[in-house]
T-cell receptor, first 112, second 116 residues
């Protein structure tokens, strides 16, 4: 079975630009969570979506937004990029909100 | 509120030696506990998890961890280290079912180096 997939693998943006990251969950999983992992640190929770509704939000500014589609895939959008947004963005899927989360390979975002 | 403390940001062991990675947690509700491994330039792979029941949990690649409520610990061990174990290891906690806010809270990670 295919695991969690994310696209793109890498991307480079400049300050002030906007970016969209994509995630496809494991087949049958209805919950998607997004995490930001800055170099040298553990992942930090950004959002959780379940059944297409936002179910949890971490301590991130409103520049960060996300949505979940009817097929349970998800997008993470970041507006007005800052240098500090450079990080590995991880998507995790789970059967339901409280089941074990399985992670994708991540998208490496570099902001110049 | 939950938090995780991983003691030792870097641990080095000789090949064949015991691996011990320490994790202490704080949680206001009964926790679920996890260990994930991250190889360079990759995402996180689940090693093992504790939810309920037996406090000694066995995972993949010969790793195991023991949940000790009295010590609020969930240390990761492996009897004999292999070169392929070199990676970053993250301990994580989440609240149990029905407490809401099922996000994972991670520690800062421990980089494991294996000495040939």
């Amino acid at each position: 079975d295919a695991g969690v997939t994310q696209s793109p693998t890498h991307l480079i943006k400049t300050r002030g630009q906007q970016v969209t990251l994509r995630c496809s969950p494991i087949s049958g999983h209805k919950s998607v969570s997004w995490y930001q992992q800055v170099l040298g640190q553990g992942p930090q929770f950004i959002f959780q979506y379940y059944e297409k509704e936002e179910r949890g939000r971490g301590n991130f500014p409103d520049r960060f937004s996300a949505r979940q589609f009817p097929n349970y895939s998800s997008e993470l959008n970041v507006n007005a990029l800052l240098l500090g947004d450079s990080a590995l963005y991880l998507c995790a899927s789970s059967l339901t909100r409280s089941d074990t989360q399985y992670f994708g390979p991540g998208t490496r975002l570099t902001v110049l | 509120a939950q938090s995780v403390t991983q003691l030792g940001s870097h641990v080095s062991v000789s090949e064949g030696a015991l691996v011990l990675l320490r994790c202490n947690y704080s949680s206001s509700v009964p926790p679920y506990l996890f260990w994930y491994v991250q190889y360079p330039n990759q995402g996180l792979q689940l090693l093992l998890k504790y939810t309920t029941g037996a406090t000694l949990v066995k995972g993949i690649n010969g790793f195991e961890a023991e949940f000790k409520k009295s010590e609020t610990s969930f240390h990761l061990t492996k009897p004999s280290a292999h070169m392929s174990d070199a990676a970053e290891y993250f301990c994580a906690v989440s609240p149990t079912l029905n407490f809401g806010n099922e996000k994972l809270t991670f520690g800062t990670g421990t980089r494991l180096t294996i000495i040939p």
